[in-house]
């Protein structure tokens, strides 16, 4: 997401999550979401396309698209590898407390 697009949807989320049904199911997919958008950034970041990063992978452009789009909560660890060495990255799993959320998050 460009800068502005990310204000645009900070704002959305944060008038949603006063929603406590909402928020429910956003904590719930917060993971998938997260994870999407970070392999989008790699991507970006190193100036793939989904096909391309697909083509290194050895599978299609519609599982990047799948798998970038926050709502698929399939992920493997087999997955997450080839991620990793098809970006020359190194696949880093942590575990930590949650940081203090602001009012309305």
Request: positive net charge; aromatic residues 8%.
């Amino acid at each position: 997401m460009k800068p502005q697009e990310m204000e645009y949807f900070d704002d959305w989320l944060r008038k949603k999550v006063r929603n406590p049904r909402f928020r429910r199911g956003y904590e719930h997919a917060r993971l998938a979401v997260r994870l999407g958008h970070r392999i989008y950034q790699l991507r970006e970041k190193l100036g793939l396309t989904q096909a391309q990063l697909a083509r290194r992978m050895g599978t299609k452009q519609q599982a990047i698209a799948r798998l970038e789009r926050g709502d698929y909560e399939g992920f493997t660890m087999k997955t997450l590898q080839r991620i990793a060495q098809a970006t020359r990255t190194e696949l880093v799993i942590d575990f930590r407390r949650p940081a203090k959320r602001a009012a309305g998050h």
